[in-house]
């Protein structure tokens, strides 16, 4: 008896292991293709400001170079966090700043229209014809110093809820330059600011199905949101195995673009297995991307939002499983994914995850090994 009671508890544990590696193997994965980079010494200076309530801050058009060598300028949305050169930065969605109770979370649509009507999104010029226009008087026009320091500071007004001293707005006394720092931060955190609300798109992202496939079925869709164009596509499946779109015509990189759904179609004869496909995209980086550092919880760096770019190239891959055409009905539709790039950050990043089906069959598992258990327990106590 003590022999068939321990097989039967390895047979238990073997149940619940199993149930395990269930939970932990997603069905089917995608790389959101985040860009990312460090700061570089390529930065732009302004003005040292004054801040309402006592202290100061430099501000700086910030030089940014990422791993393919294209280069950013980007903002500071975290006045209070220092500043870190030798640390990852990774492209994230807005939900994914790092301080939850930051104003950024409840502004970031008015911040992100300074970041489209500001300096560098406006050239000189145009800005000071719109200043004059709303009635501020320039002292020979606006400077990428006065520029940048006005911008930085409206950034700062909605990111960090600091605001500018009006009565002694920088720290080295040019009345001048005070003058129109003083015009262009009014005009961005005053009544033209209606905010910018829909957040930028990110320059490639694959957002896939949470749920496994089976042979004889098309598996997907994988929806593409990119603010590039695709430059190739690329594939690693078995032979017969196809991207395609719904209609099962096999694609290539000059089919897809921004909003394109594709599908993996997987022959009916197909033995169970796996694969992936890549796009690469070469595009801007939206004005209004957030950069934050990589392992923040454990290295936190002050975090950056595009305010221009370069070209870059970004390269994001999704992966896919299927089993026999036998193992899942073929009435069983993947869960459907979140579309990429919706308002407000949520649906920002590819959708991962396990077959909703899964807890029910673990439970199954565990209930029926608890139920042997018990069987076998009572006709130990009768013997």
Same mark, same amino acid.
């Given at each position: 008896?003590?022999?068939?009671?321990?097989?039967?508890?390895?047979?238990i544990?073997?149940?619940?292991a199993?149930?395990?590696?269930?939970?932990?193997?997603p069905?089917?994965l995608?790389d959101?293709?985040?860009a990312?980079?460090?700061?570089?010494?390529?930065?732009?200076?302004?003005f040292k400001v004054n801040?309402?309530?006592?202290?100061?801050?430099?501000?700086e058009?910030?030089?940014?170079?990422?791993?393919?060598?294209?280069?950013?300028?980007l903002?500071?949305?975290?006045i209070?966090?220092y500043?870190?050169n030798?640390?990852?930065?990774?492209?994230?969605p807005?939900?994914?700043?790092?301080?939850e109770?930051?104003?950024?979370?409840?502004?970031?649509?008015k911040?992100?229209?300074?970041l489209?009507?500001?300096?560098?999104?406006?050239?000189?010029?145009?800005?000071g014809?719109?200043?004059?226009?709303?009635?501020a008087?320039?002292?020979?026009?606006?400077?990428?110093?006065?520029?940048?320091?006005a911008t930085?500071?409206?950034?700062?007004?909605f990111?960090d #809820?600091?605001?500018?001293d009006?009565?002694?707005?920088?720290g *080295? $006394?040019? &009345?001048?330059?005070? /003058?129109?720092?003083?015009? =262009?931060?009014?005009?961005?955190t005053?009544?033209?600011?209606?905010?910018a609300g829909?957040q930028?798109?990110?320059?490639?992202?694959?957002?896939?199905?949470?749920?496994?496939?089976?042979?004889?079925?098309?598996?997907?869709?994988?929806?593409?949101?990119t603010t #590039?164009?695709?430059?190739?596509?690329t594939?690693?499946l078995? *032979? $017969?195995? &196809?991207?395609?779109? /719904?209609?099962g015509?096999? =694609?290539?990189?000059?089919?897809?673009?921004?909003?394109?759904?594709?599908?993996v179609?997987?022959?009916?004869?197909?033995?169970p297995?796996?694969?992936s496909?890549?796009?690469?995209?070469?595009?801007?980086?939206?004005t209004g991307?957030?950069f934050?550092?990589e392992?923040y919880?454990?290295?936190?760096?002050?975090?950056?939002?595009?305010?221009?770019s370069e070209k870059?190239?970004?390269?994001?891959?999704?992966?896919?499983?299927?089993?026999?055409a036998?193992a899942?009905?073929?009435t069983?539709?993947?869960a459907?994914?979140?579309?990429?790039?919706?308002?407000g950050?949520g649906?920002d990043?590819a959708?991962?995850?396990?077959d909703a089906?899964?807890?029910f069959?673990?439970g199954?598992l565990l209930?029926g090994g608890?139920?042997?258990?018990?069987?076998l327990?009572r006709?130990?106590s009768?013997?």
């Open positions: 008896m003590q022999v068939r009671l321990a097989f039967v508890r390895g047979g544990a073997v149940l619940a199993a149930a395990a590696v269930m939970v932990g193997a069905a089917a995608a959101d293709g985040a990312r980079g460090r700061v570089s010494e390529h930065g732009t200076g302004g801040l309402e309530g006592g202290g100061h801050a430099s501000t058009l910030f030089g940014f170079k990422l791993s393919d060598g294209s280069a950013l300028k903002y500071c949305v975290q209070s966090v500043m870190r030798d640390v990852d930065m990774v492209e994230q807005w939900n994914k700043y790092p301080d109770k930051s104003p950024f979370n409840a502004n970031r649509d911040l992100n229209w300074v489209h009507h500001g300096y560098p999104g406006i050239g000189l010029d145009a800005l014809k719109t200043l004059t226009k709303a009635g008087k320039l002292n020979g026009g606006l400077s990428d110093r006065e520029a940048i320091t930085q500071a409206a950034v700062w007004h990111s #809820g600091k605001n500018l009006h009565g002694n707005p920088l *080295d $006394g040019d &009345k001048s330059a005070a /003058a129109d720092v003083v015009a =262009l931060y009014d005009y961005l005053g009544s033209e600011n209606t905010g829909q930028p798109k990110p320059t490639l992202n694959i957002a896939a199905p949470k749920a496994p496939g089976a042979a004889g079925t098309k598996i997907g869709p994988f929806d593409v949101a #590039g164009d695709i430059t190739s596509l594939t690693e078995p *032979d $017969g195995v &196809k991207v395609t779109d /719904a209609g015509k096999e =694609l290539k990189s000059t089919d897809v673009k921004d909003g394109t759904k594709l599908f179609d997987v022959p009916a004869d197909a033995k297995g796996k694969g496909f890549s796009l690469k995209v070469s595009g801007h980086l939206d991307r957030l934050v550092s392992n919880a454990k290295q936190p760096a002050q975090s950056l939002i595009v305010a221009d870059t190239q970004v390269t994001a891959k999704a992966a896919v499983e299927w089993a026999e036998s899942v009905p073929s069983t539709a993947p459907p994914s979140t579309p990429a790039g919706s308002t950050g649906g990043l959708n991962t995850g396990v089906a899964v807890p069959t673990i199954g209930l608890g139920a042997l258990m018990l069987l327990n006709r130990r009768r013997a």
